[in-house]
């Protein structure tokens, strides 16, 4: 068309029309300075140079090109003459990611391939080394970590709402729909993402696509479960990508406050289902320290605007599980989920030797630690010299845990365990409470509950061929403990009903 010329800018071309030849002059001349200019001028002193081989998306077509990088982008030429118009051009910003590839496979075939990732497609090139390859995306990834970063209009009002006086927040609420809940399908995530598919080799194994499309997916995921009957496989769906995809947690915390804000109905079931996966997501990961005021805020202000109502009581507990929540290596199970839904504790089982079993209540950051003190001041060892630990146990199999180590964290462990048939002998993984060494033997009282526990994990040992000893100690040990479970001999009493009394308590030999 007359009279039009093109803007090329880091992020979006932009097609311009002027009313007249004199006026498209006017602003090209104006705007030529901050434009292309030599190779050497502002902005455009190249950083990297060289020829490197460009794949098309299919792969079907591979050309060789001569690229120039510069603080504005990425071009490339069809020779090393760069006083001609660039072939193409590639935009970069803050957002795009580069991507080595991976080393082994790369010597196996002597294609030194990186991954370019930018806001439309993704580019990828060939060095002819893995020297030159390391140097070119060094080199790119320096020019898009010194891009000005690019701010959503989420991220705006999130940081408008810190300098915001208490009059200014619910005018910031009324004219900026995008903060409160809709029953709209979201276009774009809320916060600024990387582009390009997450590369993690967990990320890969689960099928996962861009941080933008499950970023997407997440809210239609959210939007779906607020009319099912049964909300748990979503929940957990969205908590295993919130584990696996930890760049993705401020989104979806962004979306949660979004559905959790200003709702159209008090205390319907779609708002409630929000809060209910919001509390779960508080407690098992926190978002960034941004996003985490962030948080805090939409908690208290649902606390003030809501007085008395079942969202209010679910604010309260998610502002007790931030306060609490330590790191994690696996999403919730699903008994935690259904403890969450309720805003109760988790109640888990704890096993020891001699067949005893106790009940304990457990919050989703409860550490081991803290059970073994628990247990150990309900059975008065606390004072001890012995050692006493938490172990995971299956069978034969016991697996010493570190204090700082989530209880609920290896329960989730042990549904997996349970899924996929993790087991020794087909047992189930349980929690077990018992000496972790034998440190003081002879100071131990007899009659106390610490003796009676050295005692059958000493027998258990025994049992398990753990104890060193010859055949006569043995026997000897085994009749002592008959008599210890039976009682002394009896005149004219049967070894066979003796050991038949023996079996039938459960004891076993």
């Known amino acids: 068309r007359p009279h039009s010329f093109t803007i090329v800018s880091v992020d979006r071309v932009l097609h311009c029309l002027a009313d007249s030849e004199e006026d498209m002059s006017a602003w090209i001349n104006a705007l030529q300075p901050y434009g292309e200019g030599e190779d050497e001028g502002a902005g455009r002193a190249a950083i990297e140079k060289g020829w490197l081989i460009k794949e098309t998306a299919s792969g079907k077509l591979r050309t060789k090109r001569f690229f120039v990088l510069t603080e504005s982008g990425l071009d490339y030429y069809r020779s090393p003459d760069t006083s001609v118009p660039p072939a193409g051009q590639i935009s970069l910003n803050n957002l795009c990611t580069v991507i080595s590839p991976d080393e082994v496979i790369a010597r196996e075939s002597g294609h030194w391939m990186f991954t370019l990732n930018t806001r439309r497609r993704f580019y990828r090139l060939t060095a002819k080394s893995n020297s030159d390859e390391m140097r070119w995306v060094q080199a790119i990834q320096e020019v898009i970590d010194n891009k000005p970063p690019i701010i959503t209009p989420t991220e705006k009002l999130v940081d408008d709402f810190r300098q915001a006086g208490p009059g200014e927040i619910e005018a910031i609420y009324r004219v900026n729909p995008i903060l409160s809940y809709t029953a709209n399908h979201l276009k774009a995530s809320l916060l600024a993402l990387p582009y390009g598919e997450v590369m993690s080799h967990k990320a890969k194994s689960r099928g996962y696509g861009t941080y933008q499309e499950e970023a997407l997916r997440i809210f ?25 995809l930890p760049g993705l947690r401020d989104e979806v915390y962004c979306q949660l406050i979004k559905q959790t804000a200003s709702p159209p109905e008090l205390d319907s079931i779609a708002i409630l289902r929000n809060w209910q996966v919001l509390a779960c997501m508080t407690s098992s990961f926190l978002p960034s320290r941004k996003y985490l005021r962030y948080l805090r805020f939409h908690l208290q202000r649902s606390r003030d605007r809501y007085p008395g109502s079942e969202m209010v009581k679910f604010a309260n507990f998610c502002s007790e599980a931030i306060k609490r929540t330590r790191p994690r290596d696996f999403p919730p199970s699903k008994d935690e989920i259904i403890a969450c839904l309720g805003r109760r504790e988790l109640t888990a089982v704890v096993y020891c030797f001699g067949g005893g079993t106790c009940k304990i209540s457990i919050t989703s950051a409860t550490t081991a630690g803290e059970v073994v003190h628990k247990l150990s001041l309900g059975i008065g060892v606390q004072g001890s010299k ?124």
């Open 386 to 509: 012995n050692c006493f630990a938490l172990f995971e146990q299956c069978g034969d199999v016991y697996k010493a845990m570190e204090d700082r180590v989530v209880i609920a964290d290896v329960l989730a462990k042990f549904e997996r365990y349970e899924a996929h048939g993790i087991n020794e002998g087909g047992k189930r993984w349980r929690l077990f409470f018992k000496l972790f060494c034998f440190l003081d033997t002879k100071n131990v009282s007899p009659d106390s509950l610490e003796a009676g526990f050295m005692f059958e994990q000493a027998y258990n040992d025994v049992l398990q061929g753990r104890f060193p000893a010859t055949t006569q100690t043995l026997v000897r040990l085994a009749a002592l403990r008959i008599q210890y479970e039976v009682g002394d001999y009896r005149s004219g009493a049967s070894m066979f009903v003796v050991l038949a009394e023996f079996v039938w308590k459960g004891r076993g030999v």
């Open 220 to 244: 239609n995921s959210l939007q779906d479960e607020e009319s099912l009957g049964n909300p748990i496989p979503v929940i957990q769906g969205i908590l295993q990508t919130c584990c696996d």
